[in-house]
């Protein structure tokens, strides 16, 4: 079984940055994918980024949205996944999940359903 634990969340102003971490336990950091997801209020939860495990090469993956804003990193000797936001907008308000799987395949990195484990969440909110 997998505990995992965001922290890092808050209310801040467009253009301010905020650093969310993952923290997991019951299974090395380094053996799972692991992921970011955020759902804002009447909207469906959607991918922000995205790890894989290591042993596939630990490649990082961002969706769209948040290129050249949002950085996503794992420490594994902290068993740690981390989500550097920069530049927030007001559309980057939603609650933060951080999700964790085994073996996943390249083709199901963004989906939700791929993803056997889930954080409680963390509020982001963005707003002047």
């Known amino acids: 079984q997998v505990q995992l634990v965001e922290s890092g969340g808050g209310v801040v102003m467009p253009g301010a940055s905020l650093r969310l971490s993952c923290a997991a336990s019951?299974?090395?950091?380094?053996?799972?994918?692991m992921a970011w997801f955020r759902q804002a209020p009447g909207k469906e939860r959607e991918f922000v980024a995205g790890v894989r495990r290591s042993a596939t090469g630990g490649r990082s993956y961002h969706a769209d949205s948040v290129k050249g804003r949002f950085i996503v990193s794992r420490d594994n000797a902290k068993n740690t996944m981390y989500l550097q936001m920069n530049t927030l907008r007001s559309e980057d308000t939603a609650a933060y999940y951080c999700a964790a799987g085994t073996g996943l395949i390249l083709s199901s990195v963004s989906r939700g359903s791929a993803y056997s484990y889930w954080g409680q969440g963390t509020q982001v909110s963005v707003s002047s």
């Open positions: 019951g299974r090395p950091a380094r053996d799972l994918d």
